[in-house]
């Protein structure tokens, strides 16, 4: 009896606090995430910021593939707010996605608890707030799922990881910016880039060895390009995909995009300039951080390197030089290329056009002349308790269809398991960045003017890499395939901020009429209920 007793204290003690719990399957991690206003200078002038646990950025979300992550959320903000994971597929559970077409947000001084798994994933990840503006304050951070220690990897162990959170910032908070955007004029341009919230960083390592660089774009508009002075980068994954192992003097990384990299310290023994600079934006902003070689004496100095053309064509011949490795296994220990995605017979063809479209006197944003309206009842909720009037499915066409614009709640209709293809078509001067939640895919195409049935000819069938996240560049489309073989409902946006605050975004709803767990999980027992599906019971 008492032995019992003492096994269920034991038991229970241990998950009431946050420390890995490891059972028979996969492992648990516990986290209580506190978000608050708080102060900062990252750019020499004291501003306000948003903390997680006291921090700017956020923590580090390290984790391992199958772990089972809970993350109980704490909202002391003035503001209802989420946190969105971007890039984890959340399988069968878009219902932990953290965007409010499937979550109502978090009530100030009240508190919501994530539960999601990173099943079949690794790589380098970000995760940030999905609300409002919140995003340009802070409130970021980095997610890092390692392989499980049976499932090899197609590199040789790194001495140690470093993290870097690159995006553009600005002086004035995120309620200035929001005022600005619901003024009706897009954003101004940046003041800076930051690199793990600062604008001087300093990395430390030994001569000889290897390390693994995470870098990610966690900022609201702007491009950059990553380089390290004097060092060679061998990108070896892209979004959870282990890609071909190709040297690059720089790489240029767009808004939502993560890429990890090996750099081995192989020059003589001093200091060397890290450097972030924006793309594609005048006039261009840098942040420099420091690789210091462990007993140098001899610190940075002269000029930092200069980074690449900013001509389309370079960028956009180096994004087609990333290859799958196609022998490498993933997450499973099946190689990637057993997955023959180039012969796959396509379910439909979806063409969406970005547009930026004066609405009632002011600047929207606008995908097939439908400028996408957030409703105060989440399109999930309102799809699971069968609330009409939210949403109507297929509000948005598949092609675009010219005519009036107009505001509404976008959401193309899907059937689970589907192979579509879809085109992002971009007349305008500037670049684009598109993601979708719960799932990867395959980027098989980029080009120059208007996509044409012809320009299917020059896709990459073969070893295209799957991410979440694609880059469209001006005056140009970008071609991607995709499984639908996760049900739920699914957001896909701009990850340029501004413009998906503004409408640039629409829901994907995948759906099998037949209710069953190994297709979707249930709503969970916790979660929140707002505007019309206020008082609805569920289990």
Not at 25 to 37: G, M, N, V
Request: aromatic share 12%; hydrophobic share 35%; charged share 15%.
């Amino acid at each position: 009896m008492w032995r019992r007793v003492l096994l269920l204290f034991f038991t229970v003690s241990i998950f009431a606090s946050n420390w890995e719990i490891v059972n028979a399957e996969d492992p648990y991690r516990f986290f209580t995430w506190t978000i608050t206003y708080g102060t900062a200078s990252p750019l020499g002038l004291s501003q306000q910021v948003i903390l997680i646990n006291g921090q700017f950025p956020g923590p580090s979300l390290d984790c391992v593939t199958n772990d089972n992550v809970i993350i109980n959320v704490v909202n002391k903000l003035d503001q209802p707010f989420l946190l969105t994971w971007n890039g984890i597929k959340q399988r069968k559970n878009s219902w932990q996605d953290g965007v409010l077409g499937t979550n109502c947000p978090i009530p100030p001084n009240s508190n919501y608890t994530y539960k999601f798994q990173t099943k079949d994933q690794i790589g380098t990840y970000t995760y940030f707030p999905s609300t409002l503006v919140h995003k340009a304050s802070g409130g970021f951070g980095s997610i890092n799922v390692y392989a499980r220690p049976v499932i090899s990897v197609p590199y040789s162990k790194p001495a140690a990881d470093f993290t870097l959170l690159v995006g553009d910032w600005y002086l004035k908070t995120h309620k200035e910016l929001q005022k600005v955007l619901d003024s009706g004029k897009p954003l101004p341009s940046p003041d800076a880039v930051l690199i793990n919230g600062r604008t001087r960083f300093s990395f430390t390592g030994d001569q000889g060895k290897t390390y693994m660089f995470r870098v990610s774009n966690v900022g609201l508009s702007a491009s950059f390009n990553f380089r390290v002075q004097g060092h060679k980068l061998k990108l070896v994954e892209v979004e959870g995909s282990h890609v071909i192992q190709n040297m690059y003097d720089s790489l240029d990384v767009h808004v939502g995009q993560s890429v990890t990299v090996l750099v081995t310290l192989d020059q003589s023994v001093k200091d060397y300039y890290i450097v972030a600079s924006t793309k594609f934006l005048t006039p261009v902003l840098t942040a420099v951080a420091v690789l210091h070689y462990t007993n140098s004496r001899t610190g940075v100095s002269g000029p930092t390197p200069a980074g690449p053309t900013d001509k389309v064509a370079w960028s956009m011949d180096q994004a087609r030089s990333f290859r799958w490795n196609l022998t490498s296994n993933a997450a499973r220990p099946n190689p990637q290329g057993s997955f023959h995605y180039g012969n796959i017979t396509k379910s439909r063809t979806i063409i969406l056009a970005n547009s930026a479209p004066i609405i009632n006197g002011k600047q929207r944003f606008a995908v097939n002349q439908i400028s996408y309206n957030n409703t105060d009842t989440p399109l999930k909720l309102a799809d699971y308790f069968n609330i009409t009037g939210v949403f109507t499915l297929d509000s948005i066409k598949s092609a675009p269809p010219g005519g009036p614009y107009t505001i509404a709640t976008s959401v193309i209709g899907t059937s689970l398991h589907e192979f579509v293809e879809i085109v992002f078509q971009n007349n305008e001067e500037i670049i684009q960045s598109w993601h979708l939640d719960g799932y990867d895919f395959w980027v098989v195409g980029f080009g120059m003017g208007q996509w044409t049935q012809v320009s299917r000819n020059g896709y990459n069938l073969v070893d295209a890499p799957t991410r979440h996240t694609a880059q469209v560049y001006p005056k140009s489309w970008t071609a991607i395939l995709v499984s639908l073989d996760n049900q739920g409902m699914w957001n896909l946006r701009s990850a340029n901020w501004g413009r998906q605050y503004l409408g640039q975004q629409l829901y994907l709803r995948v759906y099998n009429p037949t209710k069953s767990l190994s297709n979707e999980y249930n709503i969970p027992t916790n979660a929140l209920l707002c505007g019309r599906a206020v008082g609805r019971k569920h289990p």
